[in-house]
């Protein structure tokens, strides 16, 4: 793509902000390249794609590392094997045509500012190299990769504990798990877990697993339910520190009521092939450990030049500018931002990657038609929640809304946590596609296993 300083304007009657450097080729509409299809990217870039690739008024890029959209929330569940992850696969490159933007695989690897080119990393599939590492230019960037947990440096965590931050180390944990209990029916033997973290991912997978054995009873091994030792060991006080008092207590008792052992103000300080060491010299004995603590920006930033938080997040304006930056956005878990007046950042949590998506959805066209500064991002709090799997559920549900503020359980805690997802699939496919796809579902279980075992 060639560029003229002089010029301003963008192809098709867009205009780039004139208090910006002039980027554009006459003919061409700008180019936004959003980068991470997850919870935020992904609704984003459908979105844009209607309002303006569809018109060719900016050309809309979408990269992601990964083939195929799961909505994150929901890996847990994957890892667990209670829910048939095939089913809740969204193709990037099937949505990309559908909705009027393209999609290219690839890896982030490094942001030149100043040419406004990103560097993509070589890739590979099933060990095989199929891209060299390429180049793309941008007129506006907008980063949404997304977080992982932060091992801290811990020795051991890294060789031999599992993540469960994306698809492919979901699907990991889930074969070793399977084996796991395989051997037990075959075998005897108890399967031991542990696993470090009592935020929600941490709390949502002990009491998936707990289904996913209290299923697997069902297919002829009657004692193995009582052959799980699942740990859930947690630094802090309480679980679910994020969280009020009423929903951890009510989560903490709970998870013991389905034999998992939580507990509380205890330090992990090394992993090893057979156990977490705690400080003080004791030994958790785990085969599968999983590492659910802690959050970290997905990628590095680190050469970029841009000004990142402690836990390598890119710190952006109220406008979702990166600071000091006029074409780089960042939003969701791989972005920090301090409210007015709010001494910590944002949580990262799905409902503000979305609301963040969401405001660049309605402000990002003015912007690039007429320079309108992108107004001031707020946060509106509706609430959190915490499934243990189809147990139980508990939460708050925010300032906004119609019963502000209040604790849930039961019953309707699970429908508002279900209808999360349902909601996500709403955004990205439209009532009729949605409605399709839940029907699907419903057909599907009606007709396969209800866990993953083999
Ligand atoms: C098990 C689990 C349960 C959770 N439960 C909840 C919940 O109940 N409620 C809630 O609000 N939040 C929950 N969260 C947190 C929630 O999933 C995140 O806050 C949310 O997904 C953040 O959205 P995002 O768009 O910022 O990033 P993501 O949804 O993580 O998307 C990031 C995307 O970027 C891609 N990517 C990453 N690095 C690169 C790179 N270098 N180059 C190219 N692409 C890249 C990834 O493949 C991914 O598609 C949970 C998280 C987990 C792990």
Redesign the pocket.
């Known amino acids: 793509m060639a560029y003229h300083r002089e010029s301003i304007k963008a192809g098709h009657g867009m205009q780039l902000p004139a208090t910006r450097p002039p980027v554009m080729n006459e003919q061409m509409a700008p180019r936004i390249v959003v ?8 609704i984003l870039a459908s979105r844009l794609g209607h309002s303006l690739g569809r018109r060719r008024l900016a050309r809309i890029s979408l ?4 083939w195929i ?1 799961v ?6 569940t994957f ?1 667990a094997g209670t829910w048939n992850i095939y089913e809740q696969q969204v193709q990037y490159a099937a949505h990309a045509h559908k909705h009027h933007f393209e999609y290219m695989p ?4 490094a942001i030149d500012r100043t040419t406004r080119r990103i560097r993509l990393a070589p890739m590979q599939v099933a060990g095989e190299l199929v891209a060299n590492a390429r180049e793309l230019e941008y007129d506006v960037l907008i980063l ?4 992982r947990a932060n091992d801290f440096g811990i020795p051991g965590v890294v060789e031999h504990c599992h993540f ?3 698809q492919d180390q979901a699907d990991a944990f889930n074969a070793r798990l399977r084996a796991h209990v395989v051997r037990s029916f075959a075998q005897g033997g108890n399967v031991e877990i542990a696993i470090v973290g009592g935020g ?2 941490g709390v ?2 002990a009491a998936e697993l707990s289904r996913m054995v209290e299923l697997a009873e069902g297919y002829g091994e009657a004692d193995i339910r009582r052959r799980l030792r699942l740990t859930l060991l947690e630094t802090a006080p309480r679980i679910l520190g994020a969280f009020p008092e009423a929903v951890s207590a009510g989560a903490t008792s709970g998870l013991r009521a389905l034999g998992v052992d939580v507990r509380t103000g205890v330090k992990v300080v090394a992993a090893d092939a057979q156990s977490f060491l705690l400080d003080g010299g004791e030994r958790v004995p785990a085969a599968l450990k999983v590492w ?1 603590a802690g959050i970290r920006a ?2 590095s930033f680190d050469e970029s030049g841009l000004e990142l938080s402690r836990a390598g997040q890119i710190v952006v304006g109220p406008n979702l500018l990166a600071k000091g930056e006029q074409r780089i956005f960042a ?4 972005a920090s931002l301090v409210p007015k007046g709010v001494e910590r950042p944002l949580p ?6 979305n609301q963040q ?1 969401l405001h660049l959805v309605r402000h990002l066209p003015a912007w690039l038609r007429s320079g309108k500064p992108v107004p001031p991002f707020r946060f509106r709090d509706f609430g ?4 243990l799997s189809e147990y139980n559920a508990f939460g708050t549900l925010g300032r906004f809304g119609f019963f502000k503020g209040g604790f849930i359980k039961g019953r309707f805690a699970q429908l508002s ?1 279900a209808v ?1 997802y349902r909601q996500h699939q709403l955004s990205l496919h439209g009532p009729f596609r949605a409605a399709l796809l839940w029907l699907a579902e419903r057909i599907n279980a009606l007709v396969q296993p209800r866990i993953r075992i083999s």
């Open positions: 980068v991470g299809g997850g919870v935020g990217g992904l990269i992601d590392r990964s959209h909505w994150k929330p929901m890996l847990h890892a690839g890896q982030l690897d949404a990769i997304g977080s469960i931050d994306s929600a991912t949502e997978l659910a997905s990628g939003l969701g878990d791989c990262s949590t799905a409902q503000v990657a998506a959190a929640l915490v499934a946590h999360l």
